[in-house]
């Protein structure tokens, strides 16, 4: 019943930004947290960013400063604004609803970075 839809990857070049969207669809009762992974190829998954249901924010170290993540508690949204994009930043972007009993997955979008 419930859906995760991401959204705003595409390609650009280094240098450049991107804002991506994720819009849950369905019923969630509660979130504790609305989050932001990637997985490059042949990498492991990793955190991006994350927002806890108190409103605080984290990043990894290797975007601190280029991304902010921001969050609709009401419209149960989530956006990625990314700038100063580096090669380094291409991979697959998935965002993450936790609830108190479930996690959802979006289906993930592309995010590539090249001249």
């Known amino acids: 019943q419930v859906q995760v839809v991401e959204s705003g990857g595409g390609l650009v070049q280094p240098g450049g930004s991107l804002r991506l969207s994720c819009a849950a669809s369905?019923?969630?009762?509660?979130?504790?947290?609305m989050d932001w992974y990637r997985q490059a190829p042949g990498k492991q998954r990793e955190l991006v960013a994350g927002?806890?249901?108190?409103?605080?924010?984290n990043y990894a170290d290797s975007v601190k400063g280029r991304f902010t993540i921001s969050r609709d508690n009401a419209k149960n949204t989530v956006a990625l604004q990314m700038n100063n994009l580096k090669p380094e930043d291409t991979a697959v972007y998935y965002c993450?609803?936790?609830?108190?009993?479930?996690?959802?997955w979006g289906q993930g979008t592309q995010v590539t970075v090249s001249s």
């Open positions: 927002s806890s249901s108190g409103g605080s924010t």
């Open positions: 369905g019923s969630i009762r509660t979130i504790r947290a």
């Open positions: 993450r609803i936790s609830s108190l009993l479930h996690v959802y």
